[in-house]
């Protein structure tokens, strides 16, 4: 028996789209869960707006996501090659054959022909089709046309008055009748082969078991159908996934804000997040759970449960994954993260010492309890890094018992040091609780709100004493902020 194959085939033409991320995830889901194969083939032959930077980015971004292929480009496999425009010959060898077999012909009509019997149906409120002009042209008399010079393109011959039906996984039977799809063209004028021709022969040759996708793709079903049937391929079992909408519930597009797999790489989101959220667009994986790890993901997945009804993407629950597993991170991977948007904000100016990557990882796992993107943990240490020291109008009895008790004290690299100043400076001027901690944070921080004042201070008097040569940013300690507040009175 042959185990299960799945595959997943971007075109290289623009980032990848969380919709289309979505479809590699269930098809690696799929896969992984039922021990099959995972494929990637790359579906190049859009010559104009192919590039190889695109179908690198892809790789990357599947790459980040842990959607590790097990078989296709970079990678190889028993089928190759794993980019259709390597594939060429064997388009032009199964040409020849429907052609022969007379179960395609060449067809002839001029494209403004075509366009003007596609309108006069459109008005009179007909699917449009070909109407068969070229059908029963003999070949030999097709070749000796193509020969003089005449351009044409090769069309499939589709039965007559008949239904194709198929079982989709996700939706039940569907079916189409023979009458509303005409005659496809399998390979157009210039030698490109069309989509529905160039899947069939791939997916048939790579001998594909499951082909999942977007339910964009429903109406080509029953042409690739015939396909098989022409070439005699075993037909492949078919699930179409609802489209991932935006919250009016259109289409997600640039008007919904970040779409690609890279904008939400590049707003702070993990990886792990990013593909727990999509696995629950339009998929439930039971027992009123919905944060696990991939591999329990695959564990769970069955395309029998997921829904036909269109999934909506929701950044604010994306955000809330997120958090999770930012407090989840392991520090020293945090820290890692983190650095290039640290760096963005110019808290992190060079390379960075032992030491200040060892309080990087320190400080780093308590400012990421409470944000949802990477970016915010610079939020979170702008207090650390602020040079700027408070005007506001605060006490002077206890700006001077700050800034004396400072001076006298050991820099405050420990939250009991801390403790220890604030008790001196609340038996000093008989203020407590909010009275007291609320000016030490204005004066220190230069902001009303923040982290915990035991977790910021000690994060800015030991970045203070790093020094120029750790790759941070310059940081003013505690007792030279309070003395320059002093200074001011």
Not at 149 to 166: I, K, Q
Request: one cysteine or more; charged letters at 25%.
């Amino acid at each position: 028996m042959l185990l299960m194959r799945v595959r997943f085939a971007p075109s290289p033409t623009g980032q990848l789209h969380v919709g289309n991320a979505r479809t590699a995830l269930f098809n690696w889901l799929l896969a992984r869960g039922q021990q099959g194969t995972f494929i990637l083939r790359i579906e190049d032959t859009d010559f104009e707006r192919s590039t190889k930077a695109s179908e690198q980015a892809i790789l990357e971004d599947l790459r980040w996501m842990g959607l590790q292929w097990d078989e296709g480009v970079e990678v190889g496999g028993p089928f190759p090659p794993y980019r259709q425009t390597e594939r060429m010959r064997s388009y032009v060898d199964h040409m020849n054959r429907l052609l022969t077999e007379g179960k395609g012909y060449y067809c002839f009509c001029a494209e403004a022909t075509l366009d003007a019997h596609r309108q006069s149906q459109l008005a009179a409120g007909l699917p449009p089709k070909y109407a068969g002009t070229c059908r029963n042209i003999p070949l030999e008399e097709a070749r000796r046309r193509k020969a003089g010079g005449e351009r044409a393109v090769v069309r499939l011959r589709v039965p007559e008055g008949r239904n194709v039906t198929f079982n989709d996984i996700v939706r039940g039977d569907v079916t189409f009748h023979t009458d509303v799809i005409g005659d496809p063209v399998l390979v157009r004028s210039d030698g490109i082969p069309a989509y529905n021709y160039a899947v069939v022969i791939d997916d048939a040759l790579m001998k594909v078991t499951h082909v999942i996708r977007g339910e964009d793709h429903i109406s080509n079903t029953p042409r690739q159908i015939l396909l098989y049937e022409a070439f005699d391929y075993q037909q492949p079992r078919f699930a179409h996934l609802s489209l991932v909408m935006g919250p009016d519930h259109a289409p997600l597009s640039k008007r919904h804000g970040a779409t690609s797999v890279k904008e939400f790489r590049d707003k702070g989101y993990l990886p792990e997040a990013l593909v727990n959220y999509l696995a629950l667009i339009g998929w439930s994986p039971g027992q009123n759970e919905e944060l696990l790890p991939a591999d329990e993901l695959a564990r769970r997945f069955r395309l029998e449960n997921v829904s036909h009804a269109s999934g909506v993407f929701d950044e604010d629950k994306l955000a809330w994954v997120n958090r999770h597993y930012l407090k989840a991170c392991e520090p020293a991977r945090l820290a890692t993260l983190a650095e290039r948007f640290l760096r963005d904000r110019g808290q992190i100016v060079g390379d960075l010492s032992a030491a200040a990557r060892h309080w990087l990882v320190a400080v780093l796992p308590a400012m990421a309890q409470s944000v949802d993107r990477l970016p915010q943990l610079a939020d979170r240490l702008e207090s650390v890094f602020r040079q700027d020291v408070t005007t506001e109008a605060i006490e002077p009895a206890l700006v001077t018992a700050l800034a004396e008790e400072l001076a006298a004290a050991p820099r405050m690299t420990a939250t009991e040091q801390f403790r220890v100043v604030a008790n001196r400076v609340k038996d000093r001027t008989g203020l407590k609780g909010k009275n007291l901690f609320h000016p030490i944070r204005v004066i220190l921080t230069g902001a009303h709100v923040g982290p915990e004042l035991d977790l910021i201070v000690p994060a800015i008097d030991t970045a203070a004493d790093l020094g120029a040569a750790s790759g941070l940013a310059p940081v003013m300690g505690c007792r030279e902020r309070a003395a320059a507040v002093a200074g001011r009175r």
